[in-house]
């Protein structure tokens, strides 16, 4: 039976630590788990970072890549081939599809199609569930543990799709805190609320980030997106969501920085801090990306991800 | 001695068989017999299908790509260095060069300059051999035969690069009668039908596809390409040259409906009846390119590719 | 510790005759020395022949890529990341990074932030260090000496990365005679002729081609830039430094002629005299960026590349 990833509601908890230790076995030594196998990266919008992630990580498991950023090509030649026939056709030529589109459920819809498993690298507002997986993975390997967590979110909570998936996956595990830390306009929305009192996750908005980091175990950064605001509101803002050397000395010796990066001004640290200070741990999320994936591709094309039902409860 | 695959006249029967044979061979296991080596596709413009075909080929032979889509770069640099000069120098890098190019001829001169075997994967208006060799092997596939054929050639047959190249080929073969079907100002040229004349092979033209679908064992369908020819003639045409559940029904149980895709609304089937009728067998051809390119690279580069003499009667 | 390509600089002697030899080596055979590894070309600007030939010698040592010509998407998605930390993200997916860039200087800050080896493939203005290698490399190869050389260079000597990287190289040879020929305002800087002053390499400056042509070993012509001067200096200038069949046969049977490529109309001779005069070195020198670039990673990644001092003579 093929099997998919396509949205982060098919991760258990098991599952999850399943392939967490697999990531862990992989960063070492070199692999030839997916010989002979060849990996199509169909991207219809470039997301140059994702795509070398998962080229290097099929690279690294003795696998080959075949890659387009030039997908809508297929499409543009004739003006009217439909994705899924595209998908069919190289779903022929390869193992396994890793998929980028930038409509909402094409990753559904082509997995429906293809005879090969199809990994989702984000489509549109929709999911970008190996984002949710390496942040995961990140407070696995950073704090030894999934459960007993404060965490603070920071920056747009509205339009963030990593804080909704990260939320989303922290309501499956046990003693849960989560601070939201927006402007408020951009608060956390009423359905990842309503998932989390469901969950039994406790939950809090604040507006002031300095109030918060003493408090916390992880402090999950994103970007306050200065085209979603009036100029005053931003300017009024931004100083409460900026992660500076200064406030960072409030944050617990244990806890660690993560953010899905490429950051911009919502952190201010020196080159020297994000290189010493061993609670900067955005670029060891970035490498966890590398590993996640690498597990992720071997759990699928051998057959070892057993495809969960989907959680009803999802948001 | 270096060969190269330029144009179908390449093709004598004997050496399809055995390049069947092989494709045939290659369809199963993990292969290395182009171990150590690279190919480089230079593609002068975009053609992303064909060239992930001829990607995952050798990369399952155990190979290597080196890959540009961007090929006019080369040129642009200067303002003028020879597409010539481009060649010689990939070829040093390389162990084959796949070639796509916008202008007829360009193939063959560069296989003229290159130390490396060349693959020509179009050209212009002229030649996309591995199209006719995949459209040949689907035939031998699907039926088991390359003679005693009854063949429907349908749509734009004026300016089909694919259909010329399959007439082409099927003149080697014993007892074809073939049925030209196309909208009056879109016929087949007079060069094909001089050529099948010699050849002994019977040809027919129509121009309504419901009369011939239950007499022929292959479908051969391609896009009406509505920008050549007037609305009125396409509104009273394209009803003529359309494939739907209705006249499906009228095919041979043992018929087969191919099409070099993309297609558009000359296929009016739906996605069940394409994943379930087994006379619908175009995806199964696109899969067939990629095995048959396999077996093509196998013999230029291992040196199994005899080269025929190039044929005088080639139209 | 992690070991860089940066600069011409870095290249001593006894290092440039370590990675000849290893070149050598290296055009026999297949090579697996640096399997499981994997190389990012990441080209914040086009260069496709460059890249090309990285990738080469990477597959060409068993080794795995991944690609980008479209660097400057890291940046463009969030308007504000810096090449640091894209280095930095990058560096963490890859065992080396192989980088292009249209700002000089960009090669020393990646490495200042790379926790693999950075290989510069070119930065603005800068350096293009594996250019000059290979030239070096073409000189050992072709004439079995980089000493007791007459070399002439031709064509914009102001403006020419090229030429003045060799003439750099040179400095450290014993017993070189230089002649630079170039239209009066395309004249060598200064820089350049201080340090071969001072490393005791002999120079003169002509203006024509034809009188230096019986008189040298090697003959290293470059573009005249025809966008650089007016048309009427131009007209004068250009049949100066022009190579045709007939100012060819004044040049020595053991004399050769390279050019960094592409080259235009600074050359004019037939495709047959290019292809049986042995004089006629510019696509062996191409050739031989595979061989030496080979070399070069297969030092850098498996720590045969001891880093030199660098030197405060360079110009």
Same mark, same amino acid.
């Given at each position: 039976?093929?099997?998919?990833?396509?949205?982060?509601?098919?991760?258990?908890?098991?599952?999850?630590?399943?392939?967490?230790?697999?990531?862990?076995?992989?960063?070492?030594?070199?692999?030839?788990?997916?010989?002979?196998?060849?990996?199509?990266?169909?991207?219809?919008?470039?997301?140059?970072?994702?795509?070398?992630?998962?080229?290097?990580?099929?690279?690294?498991?003795?696998?080959?890549?075949?890659?387009?950023?030039?997908?809508?090509?297929?499409?543009?030649?004739?003006?009217?081939?439909?994705?899924?026939?595209?998908?069919?056709?190289?779903?022929?030529?390869?193992?396994?599809?890793?998929?980028?589109?930038?409509?909402?459920?094409?990753?559904?819809?082509?997995?429906?199609?293809?005879?090969?498993?199809?990994?989702?690298?984000?489509?549109?507002?929709?999911?970008?569930?190996?984002?949710?997986?390496?942040?995961?993975?990140?407070?696995?390997?950073? *704090?030894?543990?999934?459960?007993?967590?404060?965490?603070?979110?920071?920056?747009?909570?509205?339009?963030?799709?990593?804080?909704?998936?990260?939320?989303?996956?922290?309501?499956?595990?046990?003693?849960?805190?989560?601070?939201?830390?927006?402007?408020?306009?951009?608060?956390?929305?009423?359905?990842?609320?309503?998932?989390?009192?469901?969950?039994?996750?406790?939950?809090?908005?604040?507006?002031?980030?300095?109030?918060?980091?003493? *408090?916390?175990?992880?402090?999950?950064?994103?970007?306050?997106?200065?085209?979603?605001?009036?100029?005053?509101?931003?300017?009024?803002?931004?100083?409460?969501?900026?992660?500076?050397?200064?406030?960072?000395?409030?944050?617990?010796?244990?806890?660690?920085?993560?953010?899905?990066?490429?950051?911009?001004?919502?952190?201010?640290?020196?080159?020297?801090?994000?290189?010493?200070?061993?609670?900067?741990?955005?670029?060891?999320?970035?490498?966890?990306? *590398?590993?996640?994936?690498?597990?992720?591709?071997?759990?699928?094309?051998?057959?070892?991800?057993?495809?969960?039902?989907?959680?009803?409860?999802?948001?």
């Amino acid at each position: 039976m093929v099997q998919h990833f396509i949205e982060s509601q098919q991760l258990t908890l098991n599952l999850m630590f399943s392939l967490f230790q697999r990531a862990d076995q992989l960063r070492h030594g070199t692999h030839e788990v997916l010989k002979g196998k060849v990996m199509a990266t169909l991207f219809y919008e470039p997301s140059t970072r994702t795509r070398l992630s998962f080229e290097s990580a099929m690279l690294k498991l003795g696998g080959q890549v075949i890659t387009t950023e030039n997908a809508k090509e297929f499409a543009a030649v004739v003006k009217g081939e439909s994705m899924e026939d595209t998908i069919r056709v190289i779903a022929s030529y390869v193992d396994c599809i890793v998929l980028r589109h930038f409509e909402e459920g094409a990753a559904k819809k082509a997995a429906a199609m293809s005879t090969v498993p199809v990994v989702n690298a984000g489509d549109g507002r929709g999911q970008h569930p190996t984002q949710a997986l390496l942040d995961m993975y990140t407070i696995y390997r950073e *704090l030894g543990r999934l459960d007993h967590l404060k965490i603070a979110m920071v920056g747009d909570l509205a339009n963030g799709r990593t804080t909704r998936s990260l939320s989303y996956l922290l309501g499956k595990c046990e003693d849960i805190e989560i601070m939201f830390v927006s402007p408020p306009h951009l608060k956390v929305g009423d359905d990842i609320k309503d998932y989390l009192n469901k969950h039994h996750v406790i939950w809090h908005e604040e507006t002031n980030l300095d109030a918060v980091l003493p *408090l916390v175990d992880i402090v999950y950064l994103t970007r306050i997106q200065r085209e979603r605001m009036s100029s005053i509101d931003y300017f009024n803002a931004k100083g409460n969501y900026i992660l500076t050397q200064k406030n960072l000395q409030a944050l617990k010796p244990t806890a660690r920085v993560l953010h899905p990066l490429p950051h911009v001004e919502e952190i201010d640290l020196s080159m020297e801090v994000e290189q010493t200070d061993p609670r900067v741990a955005y670029f060891r999320q970035a490498q966890n990306g *590398l590993y996640v994936r690498m597990a992720l591709l071997d759990f699928l094309l051998n057959q070892k991800f057993e495809e969960q039902p989907t959680q009803a409860d999802a948001p």
